[in-house]
């Protein structure tokens, strides 16, 4: 994946991740329409995966079939709302492992704090997703890649649904070889650190918590 920002512009995302920014939208629609354009994004994440060929029987003769090579993917999530994208990654791609990430932000100092890490074994032989629904400020989502690539991952990819432009340019300045995949790059943030238009705060949305 050569461009640091891939949006993907497909018309299925662009129209379900409509029906989700709209205030009406239920939780349980919200829920459906997450897990749907998670797998059209995991879809489009994965475009590049290294293959290789397996000889296979088929009712008529033998081949050579095309199969995923190496070790399996990681998909890391970043908690809470990481768990929405996961969900339906999983669907695709049922075989991958998984890995999550807690932070919390520390009231005095800002910073995020990790509370939870746990991720799979080999994580530099794997090409490893992250995932978080809005790429905000990139706070987390930096300090979250940081401790990935301490852990040995070296092929990273972060997935998102919506970007700021001010987390994008953070991510860049921090990790500039982790390509950034997203289903829109809207306007900016607002002085509460909210994506806008946006879809609101997405834990909330999914988990009905508000
Ligand atoms: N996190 C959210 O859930 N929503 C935003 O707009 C920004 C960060």
Redesign the pocket.
């Known amino acids: 994946m050569k461009d640091h920002l891939t949006v993907v512009d497909h018309p299925l995302v662009q129209h379900k991740l409509t029906l989700m920014r709209k205030q009406q939208t239920s939780t349980a629609e919200f829920r459906q329409l997450l897990r749907e354009i998670s797998q059209l994004l995991a879809y489009e994440v994965t475009r590049e995966l290294p293959m290789t060929t397996t000889p296979i029987d088929t009712p008529m003769q033998e081949m050579d079939a095309p199969v995923l090579a190496g070790p399996k993917l990681a998909l890391v999530s970043i908690l809470r709302?990481g768990n929405g994208l996961l969900d339906g990654m999983l669907e695709l791609i049922p075989s991958a492992r998984v890995g999550f990430v807690g932070l919390y932000r520390d009231e005095e100092t800002l910073k995020p704090v990790q509370y939870y890490f746990k991720v799979p074994t080999q994580l530099e032989k794997r090409l490893v997703i992250a995932v978080d629904?809005?790429l905000?400020t990139g706070n987390s989502s930096v300090a979250a890649i940081d401790m990935l690539k301490e852990a040995g991952a070296t092929d990273i990819r972060f997935l998102c649904l919506?970007a700021?432009p001010e987390g994008v340019a953070r991510m860049q300045e921090a990790h500039p070889d982790v390509p950034i995949v997203t289903a829109a790059l809207d306007e900016r943030?607002n002085e509460l650190?909210?994506?806008?238009p946006?879809?609101?705060?997405?834990?909330?949305r999914m988990f009905g918590t508000k």
Do not use: K, Q, S
């Not at 946006?198 to 909330?204: I, K, P, Q, S, V």
């Open positions: 709302a629904p809005m905000a919506l700021a943030l650190g909210y994506i806008v946006g879809l609101g705060d997405a834990g909330d």
